[in-house]
């Protein structure tokens, strides 16, 4: 394998790191929502999105992909595949980290509610300056578990025919005929990518787990 | 005092100057002693004092680094056959019972006998009824050990080690975990198994218990026998201060 | 938008799709049983005396969770006949989902193993049972009662990441999906239907565990 083949895999790289960043910045902000109407007093809000969590994550992610891809065709949006992957992957991430973030608001004591309430702070507020601070702690070593998840499932961006990292691999196998080399070299630069990530989730639960005792 | 292992026919157990240490830190000094076939020992002395992990290094619970100590002319090396030889003969009872959680009181009564033992079912079965019968529980066979008492599991736990069918008994604080109503029960049946003629080592505080059942009372400190005698001498007349320190405390509370 | 639906495919491929449902489902529990095999002697390496042992199971966990199982499914495509192992995609899904569920079973079961007291261990030991019978016969079931919940939804994921298994054209569910596509391009129609199945799929599979988990967990703790 040459220096242009291995050039071509980086290219590949930067776009599963750009699917990566925009399904996780997305995510969280969709997330945080979903979250929020999980955790409220308004039952239809409550409803929805436990139906909403539970359908995506009963269902592989490879098939959320293909929905969305061919469903926004569908309805006449002309979009780059990266947009339309994008889009399924804030859409999944949304999920799992709506699911992660209710976990952990309900984990912080409800004296801390009451608290707040006893304080007279309206619910903004409540939730911006006491719940969510403490919430957001408990879940890091969860969301940044998602977070490696989430950068391996946007591999699947290369069966929708995507050109990020894997399918850079995939194509780059065919070319040369070394598809232990090049797979060996795909799955390394993930590796580089998710550990760190792992270890420092690691870390925290462990510190976490410290300043609990 | 030495003590060989071949010098009385009927010695069950020789520790000959056995040391022991976790890291660096001295646990048991230079242990000697020697306890014959049916003879009962009660261990005692203040926590930290190495007595239960004295009784644990006889069935290599925990290993010693120092010194010789042999079961039933066994010598306990490190190596694995004759560590099986003395577990299959040494009954171990906890301060936590530790019966296991999944299984019911007949199953764990029956699953070292089928399993070390290689006994079948049917006679596993019939040793562990006999024996629950013998400790006064065999209505509760079927039931799980969260559904018995401390004191129903503490005999369940006696049954289970009996049913190797052990040349001695150990007791590693019997009675501590156990809410003061439920004493009784298991220290009668204690006081049976010892009637029976078993050899029997126990760390136990139950002074009442070693003044009835003890030939001999052990007291340790810091690592180290500091004396023992029958149980008579030992209460009315303890030789060294630490012993009268401790009797004090534990008598007058 | 002057598209308009069409499931006559869909339905025309149903006795397919059904039988791909089957497919996901063997390759599912297949995967599962070889990842708890894999998880168990995974754990007992990775617990051992042996430092090497250790090294290497931290090693093999640690390499899977780090990458993609797609990437892991392809290289081991490629490996195994490499290796003197020609086996048909679907074996071969099999093996690799193993290997994927076995490493994050390993984390889990020892997760587990870890949750048990030491006296449980030492009254087993004192009883005369071997290293192994302990294991096998007291560590094992309250341990695995610890950590079902966390083996459920692990498993409930490698149920899902089959479908990733149609990338070596494995029999299941999805690359069935994907050939009823390329024959009729309602691709909407096709992958929103067999969207649903999976659903129930999973659903399945939680039920399944649950039941499962009230049978075999049933004796009470405190």
Known sequence: MGKDEFVFLLVGLKWTVVLSAVGFVCGCLGGLAVALARTSDIKVLNKATAAYIGVFQGTPLLMQLFVVYYGLALVGFKIDAWIAVAIGLTLHASAYLGEIWRGSIEAVPRGQTEAAKALSLKYASRMRDVILPQALRISLPATIGFLVQLIKGTSLASIVGFTELTRAGNMISNQIFQPLTVFAIVGLLYFLMCCPLTIFGAHLERRFAASTR | ?253 | MNYQLDFTPVIDGLPNLLLGCLGTFLLAVCGMLLAIVIGIGGVILRTSKIKAARWAMIGFVELIRNTPFLVQIFFLYFALPLAGLRLDPTPTAIIALGINGGAYAIEIIRGGVQSISKGQIEAGLALGLHRAQVFRFIVLKPALRAIFPSLTSQFVLLTLSTSIASAISAYELTSVSQRIESESFRSFEVYFTVTAFYLVISWLMMRLFGLFSSRYFAYPVK
């Open chain 2, 1 to 253: 005092m030495t003590y060989s292992s071949d010098a009385q026919a009927d010695t069950m157990i020789t520790l000959d100057h056995v040391e022991k240490w976790y890291g660096a830190f001295k646990a048991l000094h230079d242990i000697s002693m020697s306890v014959r076939q049916g003879e009962k020992i009660v261990l005692c002395g203040p926590s930290g004092s190495g007595k239960s992990t004295l009784i644990r290094c006889i069935n290599y619970l925990e290993p010693h680094q120092k010194g010789e100590i042999r079961v039933d002319g066994i010598l306990l090396g490190h190596q694995a056959k004759a560590i099986d030889a003395i577990r299959r003969e040494v009954g171990m009872v906890f301060q936590q019972f530790n019966l296991f959680p999944h299984l019911t009181v007949l199953e764990n009564c029956m699953l070292a006998p089928m399993r070390a033992l290689g006994l079948s079912k049917a006679a596993a079965e019939d040793r562990a009824r006999g024996l629950l019968e013998r400790v006064k529980i065999a209505e509760q066979a079927a039931k799980y050990p969260a559904q018995l008492s401390g004191g129903q599991q503490q005999r369940v736990a006696i049954a289970r080690a009996l049913c190797m069918q052990p040349k001695v008994m150990l007791f590693d604080e019997p009675t501590s975990a156990l809410d003061p109503e439920m004493v009784k029960e298991v220290l009668d049946t204690m006081i049976g198994l010892a009637e029976d003629g078993m050899t029997m080592i126990c760390v136990t505080h139950e002074m009442g218990f070693a003044r009835q059942v003890a030939d001999r009372v052990i007291f340790m400190a810091e690592g180290a026998i500091v004396e023992q005698a029958p149980p008579a001498e030992f209460f009315s007349n303890p030789r060294h201060e630490r012993t009268r320190k401790f009797l004090g405390e534990i008598l007058n509370h």
